[in-house]
T-cell receptor, first 114, second 115 residues
Framework: DAGVIQSPRHEVTEMGQEVTLRCKPI?????LFWYRQTMMRGLELLIY????????DSGMPEDRFSAKMPNASFSTLKIQPSEPRDSAVYFC????????????FGPGTRLTVL | EDKVVQSPLSLVVHEGDTVTLNCSYE??????LLWYKQEKKAPTFLFML????IEKKSGRLSSILDKKELFSILNITATQTGDSAIYLC???????????????FGEGTQLTVNP
């Protein structure tokens, strides 16, 4: 299996622009998680899905952030409009239902907002 | 609010040394405690612990959980330069299918192993 796939790996954009991050989970996994990692706040859960349905989005920082999972093999995290404080590494992870805490992480997207 | 605290935050040792990393937690409806290793990329899974007193072992790494005292330790024996990484502790808590699938991560311990 190729593991969790994320794109792009690096994104540099200007403040105010829309940013879309993409994730393909491991085939067969029931859960998909979006995390953000910064030096100041460490690794934070933003939102997670079970069988394509958002379960907990309490970690989404504000309305500028939105996430969708239109099918079992694809998810997006969108930031509109982006701000410099959104600069971070964004990870996607997936897991099986019966081992939902054993999460497999993608390589991450390093986002820089100028 | 769930809390996970790791110590030390940073550790520098020489090859061959043994290290012990600590993780304490305060959560509601504990389900599991996990250890991840993060080098310059994504965290990779090491161990998942759900029961007290049962040691999990993988090569030179081992970990144990104490659910009464609410902590876990990760031991690395005969350290190598390749062990240099951030070690993250995470706790899964809550009810499966709702909040039970979220992990709360600690700040991590930055381990540096010098030759």
């Amino acid at each position: 299996d190729a593991g969790v796939i994320q794109s792009p790996r690096h994104e540099v954009t200007e403040m105010g622009q829309e940013v879309t991050l993409r994730c393909k989970p491991i085939s067969g996994h029931d859960y998909l998680f979006w995390y953000r990692q910064t030096m100041m706040r460490g690794l934070e859960l933003l939102i997670y899905f079970n069988n394509n349905v958002p379960i907990d989005d309490s970690g989404m920082p504000e309305d500028r952030f939105s996430a969708k999972m239109p099918n079992a093999s694809f998810s997006t995290l969108k930031i509109q409009p982006s701000e410099p404080r959104d600069s971070a590494v964004y990870f996607c992870a997936s897991s099986f239902f019966d081992r939902h805490n054993e999460q497999f992480f993608g390589p991450g997207t390093r986002l820089t907002v100028l | 609010e769930d809390k996970v605290v790791q110590s030390p935050l940073s550790l520098v040792v020489h090859e061959g040394d043994t290290v012990t990393l600590n993780c304490s937690y305060e959560v509601t409806n504990f389900r599991s405690l996990l250890w991840y290793k993060q080098e310059k990329k994504a965290p990779t899974f090491l161990f998942m612990l759900t029961s007290s007193g049962i040691e999990k072992k993988s090569g030179r790494l081992s970990s144990i959980l104490d659910k009464k005292e609410l902590f876990s330790i990760l031991n690395i024996t005969a350290t190598q330069t390749g062990d240099s990484a951030i070690y993250l502790c995470a706790v899964g808590a809550g009810v499966l299918g709702t909040s039970g699938s979220r992990l709360t991560f600690g700040e991590g311990t930055q381990l540096t192993v010098n030759p």
